[in-house]
């Protein structure tokens, strides 16, 4: 069965990626949660999708500088205990990212931090980043996830993924079909699609049968997949 991740938590009624939207989650029954990792100044980790939080630039200040909504990544682990977790690594060659880590170790500092919490069991790792991606996986033997948007050829990502030892993809939903699909799962590959709002959307993912659906709108995904309409989905 298809499982319901909230983007963010449920941040229709709270503000994204704080304790407060991960617990609105677990209370709108979903399957888990999918969240944002970065790392601060003195290497400490926190979850906030931007690399900066109002005007700061988490990279470049100490966690205590941030804005008190902004909670570590100890602190939300321990906020999703019951839920599964998707814990994307913020490691972006991007002009609007202040930092890239290309030594691996802010990723392995994050899977230090999952194991530590002791919640490794119930995470999913993923980055828009291939490199980062390797270094999680061979850091943990979790499943990671390799993000993808924007490219010419989404089967091709499939053989590259496969190829640098992935257990899944992470696509945006408008690149994933049932021939997408079909490779993916032939070649031991989950599919975890994101940001899914739409319910005819929904509805074409669950048909699908992707592995993972993340929304902004769990409550409309999880009554299309267990409702009277969903349940032969």
């Not at 999703?80 to 890239?100: F, H, I, M, S």
């Amino acid at each position: 069965m298809t499982a319901i991740f909230a983007h963010r938590g449920l941040h229709t009624t709270q503000r994204e990626n704080t304790l407060e939207a991960f617990e609105a989650a677990r209370a709108a029954g979903a399957d888990g949660v999918e969240l944002d990792a970065r790392q601060s100044a003195r290497g400490e980790l926190v979850v906030h999708h931007d690399p900066r939080v109002q005007s700061l630039v988490i990279a470049e200040h100490a966690a205590s500088d941030l804005a008190p909504y902004v909670p570590s990544l100890a602190a939300a682990l321990a906020a999703t205990t019951g839920l599964a977790v998707n814990v994307e690594v913020k490691n972006l060659r991007e002009p609007d990212e202040p930092t890239y880590d290309a030594s691996g170790d802010f990723a392995r500092s994050v899977v230090a931090a999952v194991e530590a919490s002791g919640r490794a069991d119930d995470v999913i790792y993923s980055s828009f980043d291939l490199a980062t991606c390797v270094v999680l996986a061979v850091a943990s033997p979790r499943p990671v996830g390799w993000l993808i948007e924007e490219v010419a050829d989404p089967l091709a990502t499939l053989e590259t993924a496969a190829r640098a030892g992935l257990a899944a993809v992470n696509p945006y939903f408008g690149l994933v079909n049932a021939a997408f699909v079909a490779q993916a799962h032939a070649l031991g590959l989950g599919v975890n699609v994101w940001t899914v709002n739409a319910p005819a959307d929904l509805a074409a993912m669950l048909e699908l049968g992707v592995d993972v659906v993340i929304t902004d709108d769990p409550v409309t995904a999880i009554a299309l997949r267990d409702g009277p309409a969903g349940a032969t989905l």
